[in-house]
C-alpha cells in the first residue's frame, strides 16, 4: 500500500540550511507537497512538484525529486528561528485524497 | 482575503454529548475535506465532499458524520463523543483533486 516516510526530528542552528527528506512508496504519484504546521495552527502549504519535474525553487525553498528512488527533500536555506515548526510531506497518486508522512519537527536554536 | 475558516476554534463537550464542528470556505474550492489529528501525528482522512458527492473512508466511525449543504459549508457531526475522539479537528479545501489542499486553523476538541 501507499506508504510516506520521514524522519522524526532535524535540529539545526539558525542562518544554517535545513534539509528535511521524505521517501514515498506509490510510483503513480502525481503531485508531491510539502506542508508546514505550527504549534495549534493547522497545515500551511509552503509549495508542492509535479512528478515530471527534479526540482523547484521558491524564494528560501528548494526541493528537489528523485523520482527514481521516490525520494523528495525540502530544503530551507538561511532558517529562521520562525521557522521551528512540524513539516509535512504528502503524495497525490492516482486517487482522490492525499497521503501523509509522519511529520518531520524541526528545531531552530540561536 | 480568502480563506478556509473554522468555529469554534476549541470545543468541550462531555462523553456522549453530540457536537458539530463548522468549517467555511471563501474560496469557492469544488472540495472540502474533514481530517482528525491526534497529537504527534499526521492528519487522518475521515471523509470529503466533491461538490455534492460525499466520499467516506472505509475506516471512518460510523459516530462522524458530516453535512454540505452549500459550497461554502460544510460540517462535522459527532454523534457520541467518547474519550478517544479527542483531537483536533482540521478542515481543507482543494479546488480540484490536482490542487494542494489549503487548511483550515483547526478545531481543538476536548471530551470530559
Known amino acids: 500500500g501507499e506508504d510516506v516516510e520521514q524522519s522524526l526530528f532535524l535540529s539545526v542552528r539558525e542562518g544554517d540550511s535545513s534539509v528535511i527528506n521524505c521517501t514515498y512508496t506509490?510510483?503513480?504519484?502525481?503531485?508531491l507537497y510539502w506542508y508546514k504546521q505550527e504549534p495549534g495552527a493547522g497545515l500551511q502549504l509552503l509549495t508542492y512538484i509535479f512528478s515530471n519535474m527534479d526540482m523547484k525553487q521558491d524564494q528560501r525553498l528548494t526541493v528537489l525529486l528523485n523520482k527514481k528512488d521516490k525520494h523528495l527533500s525540502l530544503r530551507i536555506a538561511d532558517t529562521q528561528t520562525g521557522d521551528s515548526a512540524i513539516y509535512f510531506c504528502?503524495?497525490?497518486?492516482?486517487?482522490?485524497?492525499?497521503?501523509f508522512g509522519t511529520g518531520t519537527r524541526l528545531q531552530v536554536f540561536p | 482575503d480568502a480563506m478556509v475558516i473554522q468555529n469554534p476554534r476549541y470545543q468541550v463537550t462531555q462523553f456522549g454529548k453530540p457536537v458539530t464542528l463548522s468549517c467555511s470556505q471563501t474560496?469557492?474550492?469544488?472540495?472540502m475535506y474533514w481530517y482528525q489529528q491526534k497529537s504527534s501525528q499526521a492528519p487522518k482522512l475521515l471523509f470529503h465532499?466533491?461538490?455534492?458527492?460525499?466520499?467516506n473512508e472505509a475506516d471512518t466511525p460510523d459516530n462522524f458524520q458530516s453535512r454540505r449543504p452549500n459550497t461554502s459549508f460544510c460540517f462535522l457531526d459527532i454523534r457520541s463523543p467518547g474519550l478517544g475522539d479527542a483531537a483536533m479537528y482540521l478542515c481543507?479545501?482543494?479546488?480540484?483533486?490536482?490542487?494542494?489542499?489549503?487548511f483550515g486553523p483547526g478545531t481543538r476538541l476536548t471530551v470530559l
Open positions: 504528502a503524495e497525490r497518486g492516482n486517487t482522490d485524497k492525499l497521503i
Open positions: 481543507a479545501t482543494s479546488r480540484d483533486w490536482d490542487r494542494g489542499q489549503f
Open positions: 465532499y466533491y461538490d455534492k458527492d460525499f466520499n
Open positions: 506509490d510510483s503513480s504519484s502525481t503531485y
Open positions: 474560496l469557492n474550492h469544488n472540495v
